[in-house]
Protein backbone atom coordinates (compact mmCIF):
# COMPACT_ATOMS: atom_id res chain seq x y z
CA UNK A 1 0.00 0.00 0.00
CA UNK A 2 1.44 3.39 -0.95
CA UNK A 3 1.78 5.46 1.65
CA UNK A 4 3.72 8.97 2.32
CA UNK A 5 4.93 10.48 5.97
CA UNK A 6 5.81 13.94 6.37
CA UNK A 7 8.02 14.65 9.24
CA UNK A 8 10.11 17.58 10.54
CA UNK A 9 7.70 20.13 11.34
CA UNK A 10 7.25 22.44 15.12
CA UNK A 11 8.06 25.78 15.86
CA UNK A 12 10.37 28.49 14.38
CA UNK A 13 10.80 31.96 14.63
CA UNK A 14 10.92 34.34 12.35
CA UNK A 15 13.66 34.28 9.92
CA UNK A 16 14.47 30.31 10.89
CA UNK A 17 14.41 27.05 9.27
CA UNK A 18 13.12 23.97 9.01
CA UNK A 19 13.20 20.52 6.80
CA UNK A 20 10.82 18.71 6.23
CA UNK A 21 10.92 15.28 5.19
CA UNK A 22 8.90 12.87 3.10
CA UNK A 23 9.27 9.56 3.13
CA UNK A 24 7.82 6.64 1.27
CA UNK A 25 6.84 3.19 2.32
CA UNK A 26 5.18 0.64 -0.06
CA UNK A 27 6.38 2.27 -3.28
CA UNK A 28 9.28 3.22 -5.30
CA UNK A 29 9.66 6.80 -5.03
CA UNK A 30 11.47 7.15 -7.87
CA UNK A 31 9.34 6.73 -10.46
CA UNK A 32 6.36 9.39 -8.95
CA UNK A 33 6.89 13.11 -9.17
CA UNK A 34 6.80 14.57 -5.54
CA UNK A 35 4.70 17.96 -4.69
CA UNK A 36 5.29 19.95 -1.44
CA UNK A 37 1.40 21.15 -0.41
CA UNK A 38 0.51 23.63 2.62
CA UNK A 39 -3.30 24.90 4.24
CA UNK A 40 -3.66 27.42 6.43
CA UNK A 41 -6.31 27.66 8.70
CA UNK A 42 -9.73 29.29 6.38
CA UNK A 43 -7.66 29.35 3.44
CA UNK A 44 -7.22 27.13 0.18
CA UNK A 45 -4.19 24.46 0.08
CA UNK A 46 -1.58 26.23 -2.33
CA UNK A 47 1.15 24.02 -4.03
CA UNK A 48 4.22 24.96 -2.77
CA UNK A 49 6.40 23.32 -4.27
CA UNK A 50 7.50 20.53 -6.68
CA UNK A 51 10.45 17.93 -8.01
CA UNK A 52 10.60 15.42 -11.66
CA UNK A 53 11.19 11.68 -10.40
CA UNK A 54 14.51 12.14 -11.57
CA UNK A 55 15.29 15.38 -9.53
CA UNK A 56 16.32 17.16 -13.04
CA UNK A 57 13.01 19.65 -12.59
CA UNK A 58 11.74 21.50 -9.94
CA UNK A 59 9.09 24.25 -9.58
CA UNK A 60 8.44 27.01 -6.57
CA UNK A 61 5.35 28.55 -5.92
CA UNK A 62 6.40 33.09 -5.78
CA UNK A 63 5.96 33.15 -1.95
CA UNK A 64 8.48 30.56 -1.66
CA UNK A 65 11.03 31.02 -4.07
CA UNK A 66 14.72 31.63 -2.96
CA UNK A 67 13.91 30.84 0.49
CA UNK A 68 12.83 26.98 -0.03
CA UNK A 69 14.79 24.02 -1.95
CA UNK A 70 13.59 20.78 -2.67
CA UNK A 71 15.66 17.73 -2.82
CA UNK A 72 15.20 14.04 -2.97
CA UNK A 73 17.33 10.94 -2.13
CA UNK A 74 15.91 8.03 -4.14
CA UNK A 75 18.25 5.67 -2.59
CA UNK A 76 16.21 6.57 0.90
CA UNK A 77 12.82 6.72 -0.85
CA UNK A 78 12.79 10.22 0.80
CA UNK A 79 12.10 14.01 -0.62
CA UNK A 80 12.73 17.12 1.66
CA UNK A 81 11.88 20.26 1.57
CA UNK A 82 14.64 22.67 3.26
CA UNK A 83 12.82 25.94 4.34
CA UNK A 84 14.92 29.32 5.36
CA UNK A 85 13.84 32.40 6.33
CA UNK A 86 10.70 31.69 7.49
CA UNK A 87 8.05 33.89 7.88
CA UNK A 88 4.81 34.25 10.23
CA UNK A 89 2.69 33.48 6.44
CA UNK A 90 4.43 30.58 6.34
CA UNK A 91 2.53 28.71 9.23
CA UNK A 92 0.31 26.03 7.54
CA UNK A 93 0.05 22.16 7.57
CA UNK A 94 2.39 20.86 4.91
CA UNK A 95 1.61 17.79 2.71
CA UNK A 96 3.48 15.75 0.51
CA UNK A 97 2.23 14.25 -2.17
CA UNK A 98 2.92 12.20 -5.21
CA UNK A 99 1.94 11.05 -8.90
CA UNK A 100 3.26 8.97 -11.28
CA UNK A 101 5.72 10.65 -13.70
CA UNK A 102 4.74 11.09 -16.96
CA UNK A 103 6.48 14.27 -18.74
CA UNK A 104 10.29 15.42 -17.62
CA UNK A 105 9.45 18.58 -15.73
CA UNK A 106 6.76 18.62 -12.47
CA UNK A 107 3.87 20.54 -12.00
CA UNK A 108 1.69 21.41 -9.12
CA UNK A 109 -1.23 19.67 -10.10
CA UNK A 110 -2.73 16.26 -10.75
CA UNK A 111 -1.63 14.56 -7.37
CA UNK A 112 -3.19 11.15 -6.07
CA UNK A 113 -1.49 9.93 -3.40
CA UNK A 114 -0.88 12.16 0.14
CA UNK A 115 0.86 11.97 3.21
CA UNK A 116 -1.36 12.95 6.76
CA UNK A 117 0.83 16.26 6.92
CA UNK A 118 3.19 18.25 9.25
CA UNK A 119 2.77 21.67 11.15
CA UNK A 120 4.79 24.42 10.52
CA UNK A 121 4.34 27.83 12.98
CA UNK A 122 6.40 30.43 12.66
CA UNK A 123 6.00 32.62 15.45
CA UNK A 124 7.75 34.93 18.05
Known amino acids: QLQLVESGGGLVQPGGSLRLSCAAS????????IGWFRQAPGKEREGVSC????????NFADSVKDRFTISRDNAKNTVYLQMNSLKPEDTAVYYC?????????????????WGQGTQVTVSS
Open 97 to 113: AAKPSVRAMCALWGYNA
Open 26 to 33: GFTLSIYD
Open 51 to 58: ISRSGGST
